[in-house]
């Protein structure tokens, strides 16, 4: 008990020690709140990069890959719920007699997207694409201004005036001031064999109309892609060979057992695509095909979690000093509480007590305060912009409707058991140095 | 004839300082009985107050036996060492040591505190406190409960210490030169204090002293030179 209660009074009458109580608490609620929003912003990206296409996508088939063949083989699967043909190009899409703008530095539209002149050109069938993606709701989307919007949202890529029509992401189509109706050049290139055999690279032009806008809830992808009818693709680009696909795109009945369906879609696929004993073709969850984009958010968040636990080490090197200065002073205690009847080890885990209390208060302080910190991001970050104007998180730019946060109950006890770690390992070096000290030497007041 | 409270057989205590072993005591036998008081008189360094260490399971002889009630007990395991020494003895120290962060109740308090867990101490609270105002009222401190240290003077701290010696209720008092920091007229207060409590309660008393006035007070002394017992 005298332990506890000599803990308590030493810290009581010594304010310093709040010092490396508030480091701890800033670094736990620093870890929850950061790596709360990091979590949270994942958590929306993936979200959204999910929402922008299938469930699985089926790439890279080989050339006499017969769409006929591929459809049923893969609706045998009992989790697919529908499947979508696809041809998937690259082109640049101009206004007739405009020139592309220069390209911009490397690096920039991976998260944003269209600000660079190449696009990926995706043929589709919108009527069999608006089964496994919300392509549907996409031409549909409430913030697709009216003067904007494809004439028939039925049927979005429908011919007009005869022409063939395009559907472009809705900040391309303002930031470019096309409009429904606006003739647009697709500009794109196939190969063709010579006389001798050889392969050379054609340039193809496309006069396209534009069918109006779509807005999904990620914007680096409606930057990148616009949609054409896949009937176009084929009849420019391939011969008009109407079986001709490049990639399917899957709904799930079940979304939370995708990888296990892929792996029997790729085994439906061999089926289908086998030659010569090579099979061919790729199936890949959503996760899986944005692997690297996703990988990329979670490593910033890794990184930003070992910059974070640096204000941790720094919180303990207070708390050390702290409790050094206390131990110098307070050594002579050991001398009477021994004669009392503790045993000099025992007294000097009273200063063990003292960093275990400022570490437990500041865990405690730090990661109430710090999850309803995150809970309240939003109201935290407009408060913040009312008081300053300084916008600390501009949701905005990232499509977002308010500061995301996800509070992952295991981090939370990993930063909690950190803390009290470092808090232990902190508090035991001077009690090392206590319990050489002779209780002797302060009895005889030397 | 009862086992003495208290005893001491050939004790020998050497202490080693590089390669040399200075000897501080050397063959002390000493008994004390129940309710006897034994002043122990000698020059600086003759080795009174490190055989009053010995004596309190501070320190261990080099040689010889401390008997409490007659069973050795410096053979027993440290923490067992410190249960005994925390029952049977209680100290009075010269510089008092009273922890400076505690008021005079909560000095006291600790002697209860030192043997017990948080819980166990939980359900004995109301108790142990009235135990050591109770002890505060009777060396004369009752309206000085809740000052510390600092505010007290050096009579007030003794007086302090002393109730904290007695609050575990020990069988003996083991005092280094309790009074050796005080003026004469605030001593003879606390001598008087001290051998009132140490006659009313039966307690064996090891007064550790230079004064020969003070020594003549107790029923025995003893006096060391060198580290012998000469009388």
Not at chain 1, 160 to 169: A, K, N
Not at chain 1, 260 to 265: C, F, G, H, K, V
């Amino acid at each position: 008990m005298y332990r506890l209660f000599l803990a308590i009074r030493y810290l009581l009458t010594r304010p310093i020690n709040l010092l490396g109580m508030a480091g701890i608490t800033l670094s736990v609620w620093a870890l929850i709140v950061v790596v709360s929003l990091f979590s949270g912003f994942l958590a929306v990206v993936e979200r959204h990069v999910h929402e922008a296409g299938a469930d699985i996508v089926v790439s890279a088939l080989p050339a006499w890959t017969r769409w006929s063949t591929l459809a049923p083989a893969l609706a045998d699967d009992p989790n697919v719920a529908a499947t979508a043909p696809r041809l998937l190009h690259y082109g640049l899409l101009l206004r007739p007699g405009h020139r592309p703008p220069p390209a911009p530095l490397p690096g920039r539209g991976a998260l944003h997207g269209g600000d660079q002149p190449f696009l990926f050109l995706m043929g589709i069938d919108a009527a069999q694409e608006a089964q496994v993606t919300g392509f549907a709701a996409w031409v549909r989307d409430a913030e697709i201004p009216a003067e904007l919007r494809a004439a028939d949202v039925a049927a979005p890529l429908a011919m007009r005036d005869g022409v063939p029509t395009v559907l472009i992401g809705l900040e391309r189509m303002q930031r470019e001031g096309l409009r429904p109706g606006d003739a647009v050049l697709l500009t794109t290139a196939r190969l063709v064999e010579d006389e001798a055999g050889q392969k050379h690279p054609s340039k193809v032009q496309v006069p396209l109309r534009v069918a109006g806008a779509y807005k999904t809830a990620h914007s680096g992808f409606d930057g990148n892609n616009v949609f054409v009818d896949i009937a176009v693709l084929r009849q420019h680009l391939h011969d008009n060979r109407t079986e001709f696909v490049q990639e399917v795109a899957v709904r799930a009945h079940d979304a939370t057992t995708l990888a296990d369906t892929a792996d029997r879609l790729q085994r439906a696929l061999t089926r289908v695509t086998e030659r010569n004993n090579t099979s061919y073709g790729v199936v890949q969850t959503w996760r899986e095909k944005n692997a690297q984009f996703l990988g990329s958010v979670q490593h910033q968040r890794g990184l930003l979690k070992i910059v974070l636990v640096v204000i941790m080490v720094v919180a303990a090197f207070l708390m050390l000093a702290t409790l050094s200065m206390m131990v110098t002073e307070k050594i002579s205690d050991i001398g009477i509480l021994t004669a009392m009847g503790g045993t000099p080890t025992g007294v000097t885990m009273v200063f063990l007590a003292c960093g275990l209390v400022i570490t437990f208060v500041g865990v405690l302080v730090g990661t109430v305060t710090g999850i309803v910190t995150a809970v309240y991001l939003e109201e935290v970050r407009q408060a913040v912009r009312w008081a300053t104007g300084i916008d600390l998180f501009p949701v905005d730019v990232y499509n977002l409707a308010r500061v995301p946060c996800t509070i992952d109950p295991l981090w939370l006890l990993q930063v909690a058991g950190m803390a009290m770690a470092t808090g232990f390992v902190v508090s035991a070096l001077p009690v090392l140095r206590a319990a050489r000290h002779d209780p002797l030497v302060s009895l005889r007041g030397i | 004839m009862n086992a003495p409270v208290l005893q001491a057989a050939a004790v020998h205590k050497h202490y080693r300082i590089g390669k040399q072993e200075i000897p501080v005591l050397r063959g002390i036998d000493l008994s004390v009985q129940p309710g006897e008081s034994v002043a122990l008189l000698g020059a600086s360094g003759a080795g009174k107050s490190t055989l009053l260490h010995v004596l309190g399971l501070l320190d261990p002889p080099t040689t010889g036996e401390v008997r409490y009630d007659g069973v050795p007990v410096h053979g027993l395991p440290i923490g067992e060492r410190a249960r005994l020494r925390h029952r049977h003895v209680g100290f009075v120290f010269q510089f008092y040591h009273l922890i400076p962060e505690l008021t005079a109740l909560q000095n006291v308090l600790l002697a209860r505190m030192m043997a017990v867990s948080a819980l166990g101490y939980w359900g004995q609270r109301k108790a142990a406190k009235a135990a050591a105002i109770a002890m505060l009222e009777q060396v004369g401190l009752g309206a000085r409960l809740h000052h510390r240290p600092s505010e007290l003077s050096g009579g007030e701290r003794q007086r302090v210490a002393i109730a904290r010696a007695l609050l575990a209720e020990p069988r003996v008092i083991l005092a280094d030169e309790p009074t050796g920091n005080l003026d004469s007229h605030t001593a003879a207060g606390v001598v008087e204090l001290m051998f009132g409590i140490q006659r009313d309660r039966g307690l064996a008393l090891v007064l550790v002293t230079h004064d020969e006035r003070l020594a003549q007070r107790c029923h025995r002394i003893v006096r060391l030179a060198d580290g012998v017992v000469v009388s």
